[in-house]
């Protein structure tokens, strides 16, 4: 008999693994309603963060997520609540909407957190109105940067799936250099 261990992600930010790859823009996310400007771009690989730090931001900020279908109406109704664009160099959003949305976003001071896997430079659109207003935004890169990282991403991974294991395991958390290494909490 197959049993079914259904995978649900703890995105909380008591859950958020921070490192040295990602500690800038955790530290960003955490500063809201702070920040000096209101867009922010976080890119890095898959599986980094990106979408976590995301959730967290949304849930600081009571901030909704922007799906493609949205934008045009988001753009046109204003506002100044704060928006999440997911995968914004996807190819899935429509150029001018999402223009008339960082337009918009950037005259009413709407925080707008967007992640990406590609640095803006090469996000794929037509023109460059898009990528010229977001390069206004403060950017970070996150990365999974070192054998810490790893062992308490995986120790995540097995609380997510409900499975305990000790984070001071030796087989689990053996740093590069031989030392031996603790689950911290980042929560604020």
Known sequence: MALDFAHTPALAASDFLVGEGNQLAYDRVMDFPGWGDPFTVIVGPPQSGKSHLARIFADRSGAALATPGQLAKIATSGGAFPLVIENIDSGDYEETSLFHL???????QRA???????????????????????????????????????????????????????PRDRALCRGANGAFYRRSSHAR
């Open 102 to 108: 960082l337009n918009q976003s950037l005259r009413d």
């Open 112 to 166: 707008l957190l967007m992640t990406a896997r590609t640095d803006v430079a090469i996000w794929p659109f037509q023109t460059d109105d898009v990528r010229s207003r977001a390069r206004r935004a403060t950017l970070f890169n996150v990365s999974i940067t070192d054998d810490i990282q790893l062992s308490q991403m995986l120790v995540k991974l097995f609380a997510d799936r409900q499975v305990k294991v000790d």
